[in-house]
């Protein structure tokens, strides 16, 4: 499992920090969601088609408050990150830091947060549409969307951010499973604090902040792994399937077979 064991020729692509982009690195991540979304819903590269297969439209398929957490979001944002680059070649996933110091409220991310790009073009990151089908089950379900688009209420009611000093226990835990209830705790604080489509599991894919959230999260179980040079998951659950994706849960343990690694990930145990 340690990354000095992988015997691979396969191109290591590295997911960066959202705050640490250059323009054309930004320019690449806008290119592969804004080229996902202007796919038709039905197209299975599309990103009507990913976010909806987190929640709604039916059936709900992701895994949260069991051991299949961590391996399930991480073969979701493999194959997402996929179609990205089958938008826009070089484009990897972004990961949102958002473990915030003591002193501060902690906010989104620029590349996330305006509604313009440099240029004055729609950011194509800041919101999506959310898919007919999902609003109509949604509706019908009792459970309409906060908005035909996503839209978010960061920090409201004086919610806040995880802190660094919690993350940092959080990489110190032992246990695999305690640290995975763990960083699911976390993960919701995350999700509750961003708020609208963010705060409620039918809705929370298609935000584009959502891919920058779990691959934060999908980051910090890469993070423990290093520091603790085991997998994490138990070995009785390792040949479980993980659909809708052709993954089983042994093939989601090392990063690196998956073309993978976090910018810095192996050069340091820094997560703040
Ligand atoms: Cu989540």
Redesign the pocket.
């Known amino acids: 499992m340690a990354a000095t064991s992988v015997l691979t020729s396969t191109r290591i692509r590295y997911r960066r920090d959202a705050e640490r982009l250059t323009p054309g690195q930004a320019s690449d991540v806008r290119a592969a969601y804004a080229g996902m979304m202007a796919l038709r819903d039905a197209d299975e590269r599309s990103y009507a088609r990913f976010a909806g297969q987190?929640g709604l439209p039916l059936p709900f398929e992701?895994q949260?408050g069991t051991p299949l957490f961590l391996p399930w979001?991480r073969a979701f944002l493999y194959f997402f990150e996929r179609a990205m680059r089958d938008r826009a070649t070089d484009a990897t996933l972004a990961w949102w830091n958002w473990a915030t110091p003591e002193d501060e409220n902690g906010a989104l991310p620029k590349l996330f947060a305006d509604d313009e790009t440099d240029d004055g073009e729609p950011n194509p990151l800041f919101s999506a549409t959310v898919s007919e089908q999902a609003l109509a089950e949604g509706a019908q379900g009792g459970q309409p969307a906060p908005g035909p688009s996503t839209l978010r209420r960061p920090g409201i009611g004086g919610r806040r951010l995880p802190r660094a000093s919690e993350v940092a226990d959080l990489i110190e835990i032992r246990d695999f499973q305690t640290f995975n209830n763990t960083l699911e705790e976390l993960?919701?604080q995350?999700?509750v604090w961003t708020g609208g489509h963010m705060g409620s599991?039918p809705w929370?894919g298609f935000d584009p902040i959502?891919w920058a959230?779990?691959a934060m999260?999908d980051r910090l179980w890469r993070l423990w792994q290093i520091r603790h040079g085991t997998p994490g998951p138990p070995a009785e659950i390792w040949s479980q399937a993980l659909p809708p994706f052709a993954m089983n849960v042994a093939q989601t343990l090392d990063v690196t077979l998956l073309g993978y690694d976090y910018a810095s990930s192996t050069a340091s145990q820094a997560v703040g």
């Open positions: 987190h992701c949260h979001h993960h919701g995350v999700h599991v929370s959502f959230h779990h999260v």
